[in-house]
C-alpha cells in the first residue's frame, strides 16, 4: 500500500459525500465503543473503523510517533474515501487533532472536548478525576479543555497504563483487572472527586469494574458516548448526514491479527460487523 501524501488538504466536499463512510481510527480494538455509539445514534451510517493493532498502545509513545502514526492513518481512511475522520482514541486526540486538522479539509473530530464538556455538565462539587494514558494525562489535554469550560474546577488525573493490555487481553470482568483498578482510583476517590472521566475508548469497556470500585456517588463520563452525539451535530451542521433509511455497515481494517478480541468486544458492545480485513501500514 502507497500512503498518499498530505495533498489530501485540497481535497473539497462534493455533493455526494453524504452517502461516504464515516472514518474511525484507534490504537487498537478499543475504539469500537465510539463505534458502538455512533451505531446507536447514527445506525444508517456507514463506518469504516481502522484499529492499529500492530502498534497499540499508543499512550506510551513520543508524541512525534503517535502524529506519524495518525497521518497514516488519516491518509488511508481517505483512501477508503471517508467523509469525516473521528479519531477515538485520547492520546492520538490529544497529541495529533489539531494537525491533522490543519492537513485535512474533510471534518476531524476527537473525543477530548466532547467529554470534557460533559464532564464539566456533570459535576456537583468541582472536583472531576481524569483517567487515561501516560501520553493523554501528560498532555493535560482533558485538564486544559475542562478549565477553558470551568476555570475554578480541580482536575485531578491520573496515568493508567496496564488498563489497555488488560481491555486488549479481553479481561473486561477480572479479578486482576478490578484490583489494578481499585490502585488507580483510590487515590482520586480518597481526594473526592464526584465525576470520572474515563479519558481512554478502551476504558467504557471496563464500566462494570469501574462502577464497582468507584460506587454510586461519582457520576461516569464517557467520552466515547459523548463524542458521537457531538458527530450526530457535526454531520447535520455540515449536511453530511447520510439520508439512506438502510442500516449502514461496518468495515473494519486491522493493522495486526486481533479477530479473538476484536469479536469479544464486539460481543460486548452488541454491534454487527459486516467485514474484517488486516492490512499492513508502512
Request: net charge neutral; glycine share 6%.
Amino acid at each position: 500500500m502507497v500512503l498518499q501524501s498530505e495533498q489530501h488538504s485540497s481535497l473539497l466536499t462534493k455533493p455526494n459525500s453524504a452517502n461516504k463512510p464515516i472514518g474511525v481510527f484507534d490504537s487498537g480494538v478499543g475504539g469500537l465503543t465510539v463505534v458502538a455509539a455512533l451505531r446507536r445514534h447514527l445506525p444508517n451510517e456507514n463506518i469504516i473503523y481502522l484499529g492499529d493493532t500492530a502498534r497499540v498502545p499508543y499512550g506510551g509513545k513520543s508524541p512525534e510517533t503517535v502524529l506519524r502514526y495518525s497521518k497514516e492513518i488519516a491518509n488511508l481512511l481517505l483512501e477508503h474515501n471517508a467523509k469525516m475522520i473521528v479519531i477515538a482514541c485520547n492520546t492520538a486526540s490529544a497529541l495529533a487533532l489539531s494537525t491533522l486538522k490543519s492537513i485535512y479539509s474533510i471534518p476531524i473530530h476527537g473525543v477530548i472536548e466532547p467529554g470534557a464538556a460533559a464532564a464539566v455538565r456533570a459535576t456537583k462539587k468541582g472536583i472531576i478525576g481524569v483517567i487515561g494514558t501516560r501520553a493523554t494525562i501528560a498532555s493535560k489535554a482533558y485538564q486544559q479543555a475542562i478549565h477553558h469550560l470551568s476555570p475554578k474546577t480541580d482536575v485531578l488525573s491520573y496515568p493508567c497504563p496496564l488498563l489497555v493490555p488488560l481491555v486488549e487481553e479481553g479481561l473486561f470482568d477480572d479479578e486482576i483487572t478490578q484490583r489494578v483498578l481499585e490502585r488507580y482510583l483510590e487515590p482520586m476517590l480518597s481526594q473526592g472527586i464526584d465525576t470520572l472521566v474515563l479519558g481512554c475508548t478502551h476504558y467504557p469497556l471496563l464500566k462494570k469494574l469501574i462502577s464497582k470500585v468507584i460506587g454510586p456517588n461519582v457520576t461516569l463520563v464517557d467520552s466515547a458516548e459523548n463524542c458521537a452525539l457531538a458527530v450526530q451535530t457535526l454531520l447535520t451542521t455540515k449536511n453530511l448526514a447520510r439520508e439512506k433509511s438502510t442500516p449502514g455497515t461496518l468495515h473494519v481494517l486491522l493493522t495486526d491479527t486481533s479477530e479473538d478480541f476484536l469479536h469479544s468486544a464486539a460481543n460486548a458492545l452488541k454491534i454487527s460487523i459486516d467485514r474484517v480485513s488486516i492490512m499492513t501500514l508502512y
